[in-house]
């Protein structure tokens, strides 16, 4: 058996993107707690919007972001490749991993700490370790939540979308599957976050959740475009690996065609 598994070509392909998909889900977790200025990343000064009433909003994003349009990517090749019931089985994979490494490191936060590990770091200007590691992991509840309720909806609404505009489209206009679905995906996810985070767990005003939710919709939607060209290199690269007469098989069966 896995010698069979480790010598089949699309198998091996999807288990490899796969663990990449939850990796790369999972990471975006972990780092998820940093805010970065993307001004500052640039060198400019803050753009200073105003949004529905809410005045100095600038582009501070969660460092998570850097990856997750990585993730829709990925769901798109696999929806081309494999089908929404394998977006799905990945999807639900690491939102199950994702809790599991929270509680994780709930648990590592929770468990009493050496003496002589708390006062570790002072001569290099970390004051309490415990406190540091607390901070770095210490996600708040609501935002864990609405991070991976948002991801699982959105990555349905990522599938959904991608298969109605493929069964009109056929093989053709790979782009506008690919990045209308994420289009549509990233503003659901932005949406979902911070309601769930932050006018329910926050009770913030809806102009603010609205005017950030835009803001962090806005970044979203400029990757998107940006990262389409990676699509067609994906695709491009995994043809020559499967072979066109096995791409073109598995593309047929994940549209739940049988061969033409």
């Known amino acids: 058996m896995i010698t069979h598994i480790l010598r089949d070509k699309p198998t091996k392909l999807f288990i490899s993107i796969a663990a990449f998909f939850v990796a790369n889900a999972l990471i975006a977790e972990c780092i998820g707690g940093k805010i970065f200025s993307l001004e500052k990343v640039f060198g400019v000064d803050p ?17 998570g972001v850097l990856l997750w349009p990585l993730e829709f990517v990925i769901t798109d090749i696999v929806n081309e490749y494999y089908g929404p019931r394998a977006v799905r089985r990945i999807s639900y994979t690491a939102v199950v991993l994702i809790t599991y490494a929270f509680i994780m490191f709930y648990a590592a936060m929770n468990i009493p700490p050496a003496d002589f590990w708390i006062t570790s770091k002072q001569t290099e200007g970390i004051a309490n370790m415990q406190d540091a590691f607390g901070g770095i992991f210490g ?9 991976l309720i948002a991801f699982l ?4 609404v990522d599938v959904t979308v991608f ?4 069964k009109r489209t056929g093989q053709k206009w790979v782009w506008l599957r690919a990045t ?3 289009l549509v995906s990233q503003l659901v996810d932005s949406f979902i976050v911070l309601f769930i985070a932050f006018k329910i767990g926050n ?33 491009n690269r995994i043809d020559q690996y499967l072979g066109p007469e096995t791409a ?11 061969e033409e």
Request: proline share 1%; glycine share 8%.
């Open 47 to 63: 753009v200073n919007l105003t949004l529905f009433g809410q005045t100095g909003l600038s582009f501070n994003l969660t460092c």
């Open 139 to 147: 996600q708040g509840m609501w935002i864990i939540a609405g991070s």
């Open 153 to 156: 909806v959105s990555q349905i």
């Open 163 to 166: 298969h109605k505009i493929k």
């Open 180 to 182: 209308g679905s994420t």
């Open 203 to 235: 009770g913030w005003s809806w102009k603010l959740v609205l005017a950030i939710c835009l803001v962090n919709y806005l970044y979203k939607f400029t990757m998107a475009i940006i990262l389409t060209p990676l699509i067609y290199f994906a695709e």
């Open 248 to 258: 073109r098989k598995m593309k047929l069966a994940a549209m739940g065609k049988e």
